[in-house]
């Protein structure tokens, strides 16, 4: 069973910085992509961004240019860097992660979220 937990949200005036970190813990076979979700109040979850294990990454194309996502395998960890952030990034963000359990089968968990605020 794999546990995501984030931390790094916070309330920032537009055009600052925030960077969001997910540590992933428990057991497994295997930690494949993992990624960072946001759902803002009345709409429905969006993908933020992804990395595989390899480092391939995928950005929305709202948040390209502006957010960089990383990992670092040996601990577990995916970050997203956020600059130039704009009040409609206002949401609560969501780690995301897929693998194999040790049972070999697939599974895919998520964090609790945390909370991003971005003042005009």
Same mark, same amino acid.
């Given at each position: 069973q794999v546990q995501l937990v984030e931390s790094g949200g916070g309330l920032v005036q537009a055009g600052g910085s925030l960077r969001l970190s997910c540590a992933a813990s428990g057991v497994a076979f295997s930690i494949n992509a993992m990624g960072w979700f946001r759902q803002a109040p009345g709409k429905q979850?969006?993908?933020? @961004? +992804?990395? $595989? +294990? #390899? #480092? +391939? +990454?995928?950005? @929305?194309? $709202?948040?390209? #240019?502006r957010f960089t996502i990383s990992r670092d395998n040996a601990k577990n960890t995916v970050y997203l860097q956020m600059n130039s952030l704009k009040p409609e990034d206002t949401a609560v963000y969501y780690c995301n992660a897929d693998g194999l359990s040790i049972g070999r089968s697939y599974y895919r968990t998520w964090g609790q979220g945390t909370q991003v605020t971005v003042s005009s």
């Open positions: 979850r969006e993908l933020v @961004a +992804t990395i $595989s +294990t #390899g #480092g +391939t +990454t995928n950005y @929305a194309d $709202s948040v390209k #240019g």
